[in-house]
């Protein structure tokens, strides 16, 4: 048997408060998903929508880090160094976080988001909770780069928002302070384009470790409205089978 982890604290993402109790009880089965996506692929709002329609947390290493940074935490200042060049975050400093936030929430239903990035992260996190699904978000290059001119952020609460798609109640505000949107700084075309680039030489060989486990799934599209109807099949079928 797997080891499990230890006590959870409630989520505070855009769509935690208005998680449905119905769902929750329907989808009483434990269910741990990976969902991997070059930056600017959606993973972020098709995470929201998981966690709006099942009450799965989403576990994202890249919220987690970005909330050190606005608290100038040590950790945020050390990530910051690497986000601001276009560099990821290096893997010690990751996998030391994300295992920690997965022992928190204990036994839950999850998304991680981030993590793993390698193999032999993969590898710890396999020791540690079994994974049931890998969802692949595979989206040209080309339309991400374009995608994330349009992409502005609520930087304290990390709510996203995609001006055409997922667009704020109020041009410019966070739907659910008031309080105005940014732009990050490693949504810039030239940062984004060296992101993609790394993305693809790291994310290859992981893809491949869980290819290999049969736990793969590739959801092929240009826009998310596209693809979250099939995420949102697949899932239902993964969870009700159980």
Request: aromatic share 8%; proline share 5%; glycine share 8%.
């Amino acid at each position: 048997m797997r080891p499990s982890c230890d006590r959870n604290k409630p989520h505070n993402g855009h769509f935690a408060q208005i998680q449905p109790l119905y769902y929750i009880k329907m989808y009483t089965k434990i269910f741990r998903a990976v969902i991997i996506g070059a930056p600017g692929s959606g993973k972020g709002t098709i995470s929201e929508l998981i966690v709006k329609t099942f009450g799965f947390l989403h576990i994202s290493s890249g919220d987690i880090l970005r909330q050190n940074i606005i608290k100038n935490t040590d950790l945020g200042k050390k990530a910051q160094s690497y986000i601001a060049a276009g560099q990821l975050v290096p893997d010690e400093i990751v996998t030391k976080t994300m295992i920690a936030r997965i022992t928190e929430v204990g036994n839950k239903s999850y998304i991680l988001d981030g993590f793993p990035r390698n193999g032999a992260q993969a590898d710890i996190l396999s020791a540690r909770c079994q994974i049931n699904a890998v969802i692949d978000l595979n989206i040209p290059h080309d339309v991400i780069i374009e995608r994330v001119k349009h992409r502005w952020i609520h930087a304290p609460s990390g709510r996203v928002y995609n001006i055409g798609f997922n667009d704020p109640k109020v041009s410019g505000k966070d739907d659910v302070t008031g309080e105005p949107l940014t732009q990050r700084e490693d949504d810039k075309p030239e940062v984004v384009a060296k992101r993609l680039q790394l993305y693809d030489e790291l994310m290859g060989p992981v893809l491949a470790w869980y290819g290999e486990r049969g736990l793969v799934t590739t959801f092929k599209g240009r826009e998310t409205k596209e693809i979250w109807p099939r995420v949102e099949r697949f899932l239902k079928d993964k969870v009700n089978k159980g």
